[in-house]
């Protein structure tokens, strides 16, 4: 069955620094993939979408990478911020739709 | 724009009975999605429509759980009858139809559903 795995872990980094989540995935081959962050308490808020043919996405301080090969994505906070933390999800989709399934999300905490 | 609308925001209620919620998604977006969240499971997608029309109800749980969107401003999700197990947060999100590519959904802000 379709698997995404993010870092089950909380990722802890001082402010400055940068932080990097993986999400891997098996049993799937997504046409895109997105990123978002949720706070306790809100819903999630959309941050970036790659598509399978591209390898690299920036906004701001934020950057994706997807390798199909590896059946992995990148997520980059740089000059991370104590107002990053936040939980953050991998999401996946497919050609065929809108169809998309969430990784359990990775825990960010960023310390002045 | 309000964003996506849910109600209600909380909704406390026993076993057995019948639980609607409520959604109004962004003037505009093509698509509708009702996801379920939980500690144990994630984020889960229940059901999607497009232009009003159920695509994909692979994710709905059991029989229990029925989804309508009468019209593009207004879509319900309803369990009858509701179990302990459906607590969870529901999240309501919409999307622009930008030639049937996938693009950002936009979610709301859940409502808390406890069955006691």
């Known amino acids: 069955s379709q698997k995404i795995e993010q870092n089950s872990e909380a990722l802890n980094i001082q402010e400055g620094k940068t932080a990097t989540l993986t999400c891997n995935y098996t049993n799937y081959s997504p046409a895109y993939l997105q990123w978002y962050r949720q706070d306790p308490g809100r819903g999630p808020v959309f941050l970036l979408l790659?598509?399978?043919?591209?390898k690299e996405k920036r906004k701001e301080r934020l950057k994706v990478t997807f390798d199909t090969t590896l059946k992995q994505s990148l997520f980059h906070i740089t000059a991370s911020q104590p107002a990053d933390s936040a939980t953050y999800l991998c999401a996946l989709a497919g050609t065929g739709g809108f169809k998309t399934i969430f990784g359990a999300g990775t825990r960010l905490f960023v310390k002045a | 724009d309000a964003g996506v609308i849910q109600s209600p925001r909380h909704e406390v209620t026993e076993m057995g009975q019948e639980v609607t919620l409520r959604c109004k998604p962004i003037s505009g977006h093509d698509y509708l999605f009702w996801y379920r969240q939980t500690m144990m499971r994630g984020l889960e997608l229940l059901i999607y429509f497009n232009n009003n029309v159920p695509i994909d109800d692979s994710g709905m749980p059991e029989d229990r759980f029925s989804a309508k969107m009468p019209n593009a401003s207004f879509s319900t999700l309803k369990i009858q009858p509701s179990e302990p197990r459906d607590s969870a947060v529901y999240f309501c999100?919409?999307?622009?139809?930008?030639?049937?590519?996938?693009?950002?959904?936009?979610f709301g802000p859940g409502t808390r559903l406890t069955v006691l």
């Open positions: 790659i598509r399978e043919n591209e």
């Open positions: 999100a919409s999307s622009p139809g930008l030639a049937g590519k996938v693009v950002e959904q936009f």
